[in-house]
């Protein structure tokens, strides 16, 4: 185990299970004998603002919160969170973005736009990215809102934990009732 820390930005909207996400990924390191540390901001959360959760893990973290411009891999669960979240992000980091687009309050009340071809602007700065249609495979694995645990199968790709790690935290977070449906949709997303 290397004295490295790897730095893990979810961001998104209130309600897409951005922090059940962090917790899975938090007892995925830990079950992978990592020290974890996570901190989450709710911004309105419950009314659709954004969600920010910092999950940070490595031989020994002593702050939860990832530094300006350390992010290592940006989990976005909403495009335009994810692009407003760039600023955060190493040079050379992941990002790995649902395709969804969920208007903010300032543009359903038409004082802004949504920006235009955010997937390209975020390819253009971070070549090393990856937009997964959430939802759809979500669908697939048979209930839609199971679309944060296709993410975190994509994103599990780019770590080097165990399988066994991932299926055990998955298990522990995840109500039983709704186990088998995030089984599928974990596989789903590690297939992208």
Known sequence: MSDTITNILLVGVGGQGILLASEVLSETFMQAGYDVKKSEIHGMSQRGGSVVSHVRYGREVHSPIIPEGEGDILFGFEILETYRSLPLMKNGGTVIANDLRIPPPSVLLGQ????????????????DSLL?????LATEAGNVRAANTVLLGAVSKRLDIPDECWIKALEKMIPPKALKVNHVAFQLGRGL
């Open 112 to 127: 802004e736009t949504y920006p235009d071809d955010l997937p390209g602007k975020i390819a253009a700065m971070f070549p």
């Open 132 to 136: 997964v249609d959430g939802q759809k």
